[in-house]
């Protein structure tokens, strides 16, 4: 065990990331993975409109991501040099398992985008969350990658459909450290309604 997960609250108070770079194995099996994902997606969902889609990158995929990554810096990215490259490499290399999550809206239905776009946000907890409950480390990764077009076009499928994150998984290669959480004082507050 990674931490102490006798309790659902006792779980959600003992989440952390990791490094990818960091992470070893063994990762997640496919049926771990697909349990995951399968709670990764019971999140809150107005309009039961499922606006977000999980692509799994299979350990013999990652050279030709390599390779997609190479390519986008090539296209759009004039001032890319070799330190960009090797990045790149480690990038698609990382982790023991890797989910990239889509936000998939559908427009012009009455539920707004915005909130579509949370429900994928909410899914990419999720997805944190379940991998810490089976053992694993999850790290939510975005940077260039998550914004860039050809890398976009090479894993969406509809027209607006955009990364929300890569999501590497494995078990951490040195203890996670706390990191410093702000104190409730600074960002809660009590509701003073207006004056009429």
């Known amino acids: 065990m990674l931490n102490d997960r006798s309790t659902p609250l006792a779980l959600l108070e003992t989440r952390r990331s990791a490094k990818a770079r960091d992470m070893v194995g063994p990762g997640p099996t496919a049926e771990q993975l697909e349990r995951m994902v399968a709670i990764a997606a019971r999140t809150p969902d107005h309009g039961k409109l499922a606006p977000w889609r999980f692509v799994v990158v299979g350990d013999d995929q990652r050279e030709e991501l390599a390779a997609l990554l190479h390519r986008a810096l090539d296209q759009n990215q004039a001032e890319a040099g070799p ?31 915005d909130e579509q776009e949370m429900s994928a946000g909410a899914v990419g907890m999720n997805l944190l969350h379940a991998a810490h409950a089976l053992g694993f480390v999850g790290s939510w990764l975005t940077g260039w990658a998550a914004y860039d077009p050809t890398v ?29 959480r702000p104190g409730l004082d600074s960002i809660v507050r009590r509701w003073s309604p207006p004056e009429a």
């Open 152 to 180: 976009r076009a090479a894993f969406a499928q509809g027209a607006g459909e955009r990364i929300i994150g890569f999501f590497f998984f494995g078990r951490p290669g040195q203890p996670l450290q706390e990191r410093p």
């Open 83 to 113: 330190p960009h490259h090797a990045k790149a490499d480690q990038f698609a290399r990382q982790g023991e398992a890797l989910i990239v999550l889509l936000s998939a809206p559908v427009r012009g239905h009455k539920v707004p985008v």
